[in-house]
């Protein structure tokens, strides 16, 4: 069974950081992207960016570029989603997902969502 | 850059079908998915290449396309199907866009 298992929720202050993970479980991890997905407090689900396991080639929105860094660790199945520096808007529920084998193919198992919370 | 629209919000009765669309210049060239997503639940990916059904996903859901305008259709709706619905697609550079979500409420 195809599994992403995210960290836990965290609560943190502006202008510290964090690095949040996504392990994955039940299949080949280097063969599929992985990408992260965020959803603002009543808001819709929002495109971060997405890394590919096996060589690292990552890919961002170009409207969050330079505000988080996802990176990969593939010796532990782990993907990660890191700020260097939290402000107050990043508070939102964070997801990995898995994409399909190819980008037609959508994103095919999510992990469980992680609740980043921002707040002095 | 590149945008997907869905109307905010669909209310229908029990039984009825629902069609949500999701317009987007790009949609005659470039694949698109629908996600189900439900309060405290990760989404759940419905549709996929326009209108292909992973697998375990009911024949009630179904996906279609025409012109720059594909369409996620429910029928027979059940109280359960009530969540948020998202279309996903890519421009292109294959950086993903979903649309703005559209709400069904079963009453």
């Known amino acids: 069974e195809v599994q992403l298992v995210q960290s836990g929720a965290e609560v943190k202050k502006p202008g510290e950081s964090l690095k949040i993970s996504c392990k994955g479980s039940g299949y080949s991890f280097t063969n599929y992207w992985i990408g992260w997905v965020r959803q603002m407090p009543g808001k819709g689900l929002e495109w971060l960016g997405i890394i590919n396991p096996g060589d690292s080639d990552t890919r961002y929105s170009p409207s969050l570029q330079g505000q988080v860094t996802i990176s990969a660790d593939k010796s532990i199945n782990t993907a990660y989603l890191h700020w260097s520096s939290l402000k107050a808007s990043d508070t939102a529920m964070y997801y990995c997902?898995?994409?399909?084998?190819?980008?037609?193919?959508?994103?095919?198992?999510w992990g469980q969502g992680t609740l980043v919370t921002v707040s002095s | 850059s590149y945008e997907l629209t869905q109307p905010p919000s669909v209310s229908l009765s029990p039984g009825q079908t629902a069609r949500i669309p999701c317009s987007g210049d790009?949609?005659?060239?470039?694949?698109a998915s629908w996600y189900q997503k439900k309060p405290g639940q990760a989404p759940l990916l419905l549709i996929y290449k326009n209108n292909e059904r992973p697998s375990g996903i009911p024949e009630r859901f179904s996906g279609s396309r025409l012109g720059t305008a594909v369409t996620l259709t429910i029928s027979g709706l059940q109280a359960e199907d009530e969540a948020d619905y998202y279309c996903q697609s890519t421009d292109s550079s294959e950086t993903v866009v979903f649309g703005g979500g559209t709400k069904l409420t079963v009453l």
């Open positions: 997902a898995r994409r399909g084998y190819s980008e037609s193919d959508g994103l095919d198992s």
């Open positions: 790009a949609l005659p060239k470039r694949y």
